[in-house]
């Protein structure tokens, strides 16, 4: 970075100034830098550079974090908070269709005393694993409360659809707005589960609020049979919960090629996982400029498959991470899903891995103007993760291979000011019927 809001001379002068020094910097959108300083002022990035510039240009409060490295905070771009009080207590079972019906069950034995405590644990862990914006998927009211009450991320909360009958409009609570640093989206949740026309009106309903969509896509062979031939385990699930027959065509396509038919791929799209996708697949999501979200771990926890994030890299497809919820997973850490990317896509390189945990992410959920990279005039959600004397050349394989189970220290140093999501409301979906 050359340019800086406080020039060099009497206009450097300035109360709360803090200059963070580390022995390596990460901006992602920039060279890995040794000896590195980030200048902060009123929660917004001024300057970054080596370290001893920063000091004889800048008059501020150093903070010198010495075996360190300093990176921007880490994106979750899809967790399922309300599900926190599962963790540990559905097992991978094999089959996809068999832990959908599972989570199902166990989720209507969730105690309303449970919530808070187990919500609270999954947050603190995110915070220490450096998490400081999510995507949160969910359909109750639990973490909608929870957010207007110093909900400490920025994101969205995407209000889950589940509506399988083309016939029969969902309803959407009207109960809470966004907060500035929070947004409030409507998802649907797979192609299986909501009926075309639902689908599109969703996606209508984000797009006029300018708010990014979500949806699960090609997340198991279960879904791609069910699509492609109206058969198979998701059928006998739909017939269980009395949703078949549909009341709509069968589109005999691909999961991404459903989508692209209903017009809801583009830059504000969201596909989550994307495991069972083709070339032909990859290049509509490439050409939509739809961003993929990866959750390995929720994958491998369910036997469904590993995506492909070299495959997507390589077609141009905008990649983010994220943990899913924890019924699917056993931890809500980015650090344990980079490093099992890394060992899933060993042609990946550390950089881009990182660049999905953090720019990717950020760009996913629309906040790429103050998240995911250190650079002058975004918002100052650094983190600096204790490392010890690792050599600069190594510093990113540490990041995205090393610390599965979390680096040993891992700090949020300031929360940015000014972030804003765009508001949004809910209301009932009007025409779905
Ligand atoms: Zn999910």
Not at 15 to 35: Q, S, T, W
């Amino acid at each position: 970075m050359t340019d800086s809001l406080f020039s060099p001379g009497d206009d450097r002068f300035s109360d709360g100034l803090a200059i963070h020094a580390a022995r390596i910097l990460l901006p992602v959108e920039g060279p890995v830098m040794e000896n590195a300083a980030v200048v902060v002022f009123e929660g917004r990035v001024v300057d970054a550079g080596p370290a001893h510039e920063m000091r004889a240009k800048y008059m501020g409060t150093i903070h010198d974090h010495g075996d360190s490295i300093i990176c921007p905070g880490l994106i979750n771009a899809h967790c399922h908070l309300e599900l926190s009080p599962l963790r540990w207590r559905l097992s991978p079972s094999g089959s996809f269709f068999q832990w959908v019906r599972t989570l199902v069950e166990a989720r209507e034995q969730i105690q309303p005393s449970e919530w808070q405590g187990a919500v609270d644990q999954a947050v603190d862990e995110l915070l220490k694993g450096g998490v400081v914006a999510i995507g949160d998927v969910g359909n109750l009211p639990v973490i909608p409360e929870m957010i207007l009450h110093n909900w400490p991320f920025r994101g969205i909360f995407f209000q889950e659809i589940i509506a399988p009958r083309q016939h029969i409009a969902p309803e959407v609570p009207d109960t809470i707005d966004g907060t500035e640093q929070f947004g409030m989206a409507l998802s649907a949740h797979a192609p299986y589960s909501v009926a075309p026309s639902h689908i599109k009106a969703i996606k209508l309903w984000d797009s006029i609020k300018g708010i990014p969509f979500s949806i699960h896509v090609a997340e198991s062979e279960d879904e791609v049979i069910f699509l492609r031939k109206g058969t198979g385990a998701l059928r006998e699930l739909l017939e269980e919960k009395g949703h078949w027959p549909l009341d709509y065509a069968l589109p005999c396509s691909s999961p991404v090629r459903y989508l692209e038919s209903l017009g809801v791929l583009d830059s504000d799209t969201i596909c989550v996982h994307c495991v069972h996708t083709d070339e032909e697949d990859l290049e509509i999501l490439a050409k939509a400029g739809a961003h993929a979200c990866l959750c390995p771990r929720s994958n491998m926890f369910l036997g469904v498959g590993s995506p492909d994030i070299t495959a997507m890299l390589k077609k141009g497809i905008n990649v983010a991470i994220g943990t899913d919820s924890l019924a699917s997973n056993d931890r809500l850490s980015i650090f344990a899903e980079m490093s099992s990317l890394a060992s899933i896509c060993p042609d990946a390189s550390p950089e881009e891995i990182f660049r999905a945990a953090t720019l990717g992410g950020a760009r996913a959920l629309g906040l790429e103007q103050d998240l995911g990279s250190i650079r002058r005039g975004k918002a100052a959600d650094i983190l600096v993760v204790r490392s010890g004397p690792i050599p600069q050349k190594d510093a990113l394989e540490f990041m995205v291979r090393t610390w599965a189970d979390g680096p040993p220290e891992c700090q949020i140093l300031s929360r940015g000011a000014g972030v804003k999501v765009r508001k949004s409301h809910r209301r009932r979906i009007a025409g779905t019927a």
